[in-house]
């Protein structure tokens, strides 16, 4: 692995040679020369070509580089100097809206009628204008107060589904022996049966109390919030006798900023703008699977 930056594009068609040409030439407008590093490469899911440079790339000039690969419906990454692919020994994942396509609790108040109330305080989270995780969580949690308990399962039978390469991903981080950890600030009733479903090592979420068969919108316990997730991650690393540099990390918003900030690879899944600048890649056309190229 070189000392230089590495610039990774992947896409689920071949990289065409015109956005090759617009990446290089784009570049070059901010005296960035982009120096390819062997022959594109496909594993049968996914193409992906590799640039390296010399310098840093400014978050600016990355997020224009971005903007002109999704016009090809193609991703970048932006990999740091001297990470070694098989030093990555943790993949650490946030699960509503990252590993899963829906915004559990959002779900779970639909049941109630009050849908609209709850994923605006979701939103306002994720895109980082309710800096508060466990202030919005309180708020939010409260708005299911009679629930009954029935929901949570219909909303994971009937609503929840793995998001594109997310069983591919858990698959392919198990069998590279990597420590798989799901850390969300949503719900244990669907982070546990998400772990027996894909082969997570570790999950930690926040609990829901339940009276009577119903919810009684209140939190059991600690709230895991962003500080609790890189907590997890810290520690699972710990544990490992590795760093967070040895971790790649995953989620779409704010609330995973901490966890991902430091990590050896952060990837940003569809998140929000805040995330999304913040991160070494960024995932709107490929699916959560495309992360295995980075540690290939």
Known sequence: MSDHPTLVAISRQPISEKLVFELKNHALGFDLALHTLGLQQSNGSYFSERWETKQPIPVAQRESLRA???????DLCFIKPNLMPGDIRVLAMDMDSTLINIECIDEIADFTGKKSAVAQITEATMRGEIQDFKESLRRRVALLEGVHADALEAVYRERLRPNPGAIELLA???????????VSGGFTFFTEKLRAQLGFKQTQANTLEIINGKLTGKVLGDIVDGSAKAAHL??????????????????????DLIMMNGSGISVAYRAKPVVKEKADAAFDHVGLDAALLLIA
Do not use: F, P, V
């Open 68 to 74: 002109i690969a999704g016009q090809y419906q193609t």
């Open 172 to 182: 392919g981080a198990n069998q590279r022996g990597l420590y798989t950890l799901l």
């Open 234 to 255: 810290d520690e699972a690393c710990r544990l490992l006798a590795c760093s967070k540099e040895n971790a790649i990390t995953m989620g779409d918003g704010a609330n």
